[in-house]
């Protein structure tokens, strides 16, 4: 009973319980492993080889882009033990599949083409500015919004998030 319901959860930060990859698919690390060659929290990898008790990886952005990396199963827990009735720990390897990325991930990446869904508005500030600045060019950004169905004009716009107050204050600060 118990091992069912911990098979169907999947905590924030952890990988699904089943965790099913193909060679060449794009995998997002989900700790910080060995920072000095690349592999943090965060980092895209693409699945090169997979051996029993590891994969094998090539970064795919970044200062270390290229690089072959080895990833081992790791012993992982939730952070927030709270909200589950048992502790519990998952040997896994630190990875999930990475087919999207929230605005938050995005932050930091330069991107040869950017597509954002907003099926509603953004809902910080500066979130549409980083969604919108990850890409090298314009033209290389695609976007769909689908805010309401009933009002056609709504689907070609979006608001920008912005706390005037926020922007006073910070500028006192200075």
């Known amino acids: 009973m ?6 169907s959860i999947s905590p924030p930060g952890m990988p699904p319980h089943k965790l099913v990859l193909k060679q060449n698919c794009p995998i997002l690390m989900l700790r910080n492993i060995n920072p000095s060659r690349g592999l943090c929290n965060g980092t895209r990898l693409i699945c090169k080889e997979f051996k029993k008790h590891m994969i094998v990886a090539e970064i795919a952005v970044g200062e270390n882009m290229g690089t072959h990396v080895f990833i081992p199963r790791i012993s992982l827990q939730p952070n927030n033990t709270k909200h589950y009735p048992v502790e519990f720990t998952r040997c896994q390897f630190p990875v ?19 597509g ?20 090298t060019t314009a033209s290389k950004i695609t976007e769909q919004l689908d805010h309401s169905r009933e009002n056609p004009v709504s689907c070609y716009r979006t608001k920008n998030i912005v706390y005037p ?10």
């Open 2 to 7: 118990y091992i069912d319901f911990l098979n």
């Open 96 to 114: 999930r599949p990475c087919f999207a990325m929230t605005i938050n991930k995005a932050q930091g990446q330069t991107l040869n083409t950017v």
């Open 116 to 135: 954002i869904y907003l099926p509603k508005s953004v809902f910080s500030q500066g979130q549409l500015y980083v969604a919108l600045s990850r890409a």
């Open 165 to 174: 107050k926020l922007l006073v204050e910070a500028a006192k600060c200075t």
